[in-house]
C-alpha cells in the first residue's frame, strides 16, 4: 500500500540565502517507489571523488551550503541528499513510518541507484547515526571520512544532554525550528534561520522532526542498536581510509567527550579539529572545516 506522504511547495524553496543550488529528485529507488528523494548534485558527474554529504535533524541539505562550493572547487562532485521527511523529500504524514531501517534503507538504495563510487563520507547528527553504518554494506565504495557532532548509538543515553533535547522535542509536536536554529547557533542571520524552516509549512510537514530523537538508541532493545554495534567493530577494525573529524565544542549534546569516544572507534582517526564557538550544527563553519578536511586529504 503506497505511504501517504506531503510534498513542500517548491515556492517555499525561493531565494533562500547562500543556497543557489538546482534540485534533483528520484523517486524509483527500490521499495520506495513513489517517495521521491531531493537531492543536490554539484560538481562534473565524472569526477574522480564524490563527497557524500548526510545531515541530521531537523535541519536538510542547506545545511552544507557553506561546504559544497568548496568541495566542488577541489574537483569533485557533491551529493547531498534529504532525508525522506526532510528538506524538499517527500513527508510521510504518519509518525509511525519513520524507522532505523526505513531510512537506512533508503540511503543504501540510493547510493546503489547513482551509483556512487570514491566516496567521501561527510556526517554530522542523524546523518551519522545512520550514514557511519552504511559503508560496511558497501565498503568497496567509500574511502574517506570526514566527521562532525554524532555518534553512533550502541543501546544507551548519549548523555543527559541528550535526554533533555528529547524530552524538549516531544514536548513540541510543531517544532519552531527557526527559533531552534538561531538558539544553536547564533551567528544565523533571521533569514537563515528561517530557511531551515522553509520545509515545513505547518505541523503536518513535521513528523520527520518529531521522530529521529526517539528513535536514538537508548536501550539495547531498539531497532538499529545491532547495526550499529557492528558499525563500531567495522570502523575500529576494517576501516582503512582516511579519516578527519571536526567538533563544535558548544554543543551541549553530542560535543567533546562524545566526540572523542567515536573518534577512538575509528581506526587511525587523527587529532580532531575543535572549533570553540561552534555548536552542534558545525557545518555553519563549514568553510574552515572542508578547507581543513580538504588538507588533511591532500586537497583533493
Not at 537508548?218 to 573529524?245: C, H, K, L, N
Amino acid at each position: 500500500m503506497p505511504i501517504e506522504a506531503k510534498r513542500t511547495p517548491d515556492q517555499r524553496f525561493e531565494n533562500l540565502p547562500g543556497y543557489a543550488f538546482a534540485p534533483h529528485y528520484i523517486d524509483t529507488l527500490s521499495g520506495y517507489e513513489g517517495l521521491r528523494v531531493h537531492y543536490l548534485d554539484e560538481g562534473p558527474k565524472d569526477a574522480r571523488r564524490t563527497f557524500l554529504c548526510l545531515h541530521g535533524q531537523p535541519s536538510w541539505a542547506y545545511l552544507y551550503r557553506k561546504m559544497i562550493p568548496v568541495f566542488v572547487r577541489s574537483g569533485a562532485r557533491v551529493i547531498a541528499p534529504d532525508w525522506l521527511g526532510f528538506g524538499r523529500s517527500d513527508k510521510p504524514v504518519d509518525d509511525a513510518t519513520y524507522t532505523f531501517n526505513f531510512h537506512r534503507k533508503m540511503m543504501l538504495a540510493f547510493i546503489r541507484a547513482l551509483d556512487l563510487k570514491n566516496i567521501t563520507l561527510v556526517v554530522q547528527d542523524w546523518g551519522g547515526l545512520l550514514g557511519l553504518t552504511l559503508p560496511m554494506d558497501m565498503p568497496e565504495r567509500f574511502e574517506r571520512l570526514l566527521v562532525m557532532n554524532t555518534t553512533l548509538a550502541v543501546g544507551e543515553s548519549p548523555g543527559p544532554g541528550f535526554d533533555a533535547w528529547k524530552a524538549f522535542n516531544r514536548s513540541q509536536s510543531d517544532m519552531d525550528i527557526a527559533a531552534l536554529m538561531s538558539r544553536a547557533s547564533p551567528i544565523l542571520t533571521p533569514e537563515e534561520c528561517a530557511a531551515y524552516a522553509a520545509p515545513y509549512p505547518d505541523r503536518s510537514y513535521k513528523a520527520g522532526v518529531r521522530r529521529f530523537p526517539e528513535l536514538v538508541m537508548v536501550s539495547p532493545d531498539m531497532e538499529g542498536v545491532d547495526i550499529s554495534r557492528q558499525a563500531a567493530r567495522w570502523w575500529s577494525t576494517e576501516w582503512t581510509g582516511q579519516s578527519f573529524m571536526a567538533i563544535g565544542e558548544a554543543d551541549p549534546v553530542l560535543g567533546v567527550p562524545t566526540m572523542m569516544a567515536l573518534r577512538e572507534q575509528i581506526a587511525n582517526c587523527p587529532e580532531p579539529m575543535l572549533i570553540k564557538e561552534a555548536g552542534h550544527f558545525a557545518q555553519e563553519w563549514g568553510e574552515p572545516i572542508a578547507n581543513a578536511a580538504l588538507a588533511a586529504f591532500g586537497n583533493d
